[in-house]
């Protein structure tokens, strides 16, 4: 800019030298005062790029300043988040505050109280069982402890998943992303199907969204679809799609729960107009770290609306609309049968508030000296575990453990269906898996269920432990949806 003005005073200044010339006029005083103006001209120049040279270089400043506010943020949470601990180190630090619960120093005993619940859920299966021997302060503290936890389990499982991932990246690293960033595994089924296994790559977005919007975005741009029967518990697998993609407004999600209809049927019986109706099949999918007991949705809690606002009545007489969850299978499918809409109806909307049955707070229980054991208790509060005795029948070991419903929710005590899914498996002295062969009850009753399981393992049992998992709770889940334009056949 500098050098065109002055290249522009310089033509000027030729001009007005030639003119004084012709004219005989006196130029020195016309020339001084252009020049005392073009001077003036460069230094407002130059005055405007310094200042907004330092305004870009103090903006720069602050971007800078909010980038390592940040990045001090993230430090600071990241050092303020307490480390995952693994089983072992949950035992043994579940020991040693259990020790402190009787320190001589009440403000030691409050501390320990404190540590056990920051723990989480993971503890509960290390607390002791409260017994009428138990000192009266410890067995409050314990009750306490173990109520906190009961409920900030049930609290936890509730919340769903978040996913953060941006950037290009493999369809591979996609999938191990969210399963990091959520603890839901996914497995590729492709190869069952003879379906090629490609890793296509994929640009993704995603900043703090819902689990299952995260899922769907990945799958579309993958190609895939969900792939429920994957007979591993807590589980979903993947295949290539097939035939088009489902219509937007098919399906709908909540926190935890995914709702699509996957089939319509019309009905029209030309012999009987009362055998007449649809049905629709929803199919209820959950993220795999969640396994539900049972699902059901009530007629009277749902609405189905065509797209004039008309209601279509529910039938009673027919569908499936409560169903207990099989093992290894991550979705259930229901039917929800209407009165047949008119011809000229092409959509409809369906709004409904389906039950779940989730069992809340993971109780790992270990029992070992399983020759000399007698009526050996773990657990409390909602669930106690008793192990009754281990001995050698029929070439098999067989091991009688007796659950017993104390402050136990009326939903963990109905819904028992998830006692058949609990783990319960012998750990050899080697530290070896072994699987039950075989499952008996042998008694029920309002308050206590006793079961058998069967082993099948050479020699005595010196050295063996046994591990039984279960829920610390039951809960009753509510789960409101709404699936709009579903398009009719």
Known sequence: MTRRFSNSFCHFFVNLVLCSLICGAGWSPVFAQVADDEAAAVEDSQTSEESA?????EEVAEQKDADADADAAEDSEAESAPPKMSESEVKAKVAELLKLLESRDEAERDKAEAELVEIGSAALGQLPTVTVDTAE?????????????????????????????????????????????????????????????????????????????????VLEQAGLQLYAYTNEPNTLGYVARSGELTEAGQAAATELFRMEVIRLQAIRDLRDEQNQGLVMTVEVTWEPRLTPISISQSLAGLSVKDEKGNELKPLANRG???????????????????????????????????????????MTLEFDDLD??????????????????????????????????????????????????????????????????????????????????????PGDLKGYKFVYKSPSSVLNVPVKYEIKDIVLP
Do not use: C, H
């Open 137 to 217: 302060e410890m067995r409050a503290r314990l009750n306490r402890v173990r109520k906190k936890l009961e409920k900030a389990a049930a609290e936890s499982i509730l919340v769903g998943s978040r996913v953060t991932i941006s950037g290009e990246m493999k369809l591979s690293e996609a999938l191990a992303e969210l399963e990091k960033q959520t603890e839901n595994k996914l497995l590729d089924f492709r190869d069952q199907f003879s379906q090629p296994q490609l890793d296509p790559a994929l640009k993704l977005e995603l900043d703090d969204v819902p689990y299952w919007n995260a899922l769907n975005t």
């Open 372 to 457: 000399n054991a007698r009526e050996t208790t773990k657990g409390g509060g909602a669930l106690s575990v008793i192990l009754l005795r281990a001995r050698k029948s029929q070439g098999l070991y067989d091991l009688r453990l007796l659950l017993r419903f104390g402050e136990a929710s009326e939903e963990m005590r109905m819904q028992r269906g998830w006692v058949y899914s609990n783990e319960a498996y012998l750990l050899d002295p080697d530290g070896e898996q072994v699987e039950y062969a075989g499952l008996e009850n042998f008694r029920e009753n309002q308050n206590e269920i006793g079961l058998s399981y069967k082993y099948d393992i």
């Open 53 to 57: 040279a330092e305004e870009s270089t």
């Open 320 to 362: 499936i609309t409560n169903l207990s969850v099989q093992a290894g299978i991550q979705s259930v499918e229901l039917e929800l049968p209407f009165e047949l809409p008119k011809r000229e109806i092409q959509k409809v909307s369906l709004a409904g508030e389906l039950n779940a049955v989730v069992p809340a707070g993971n």
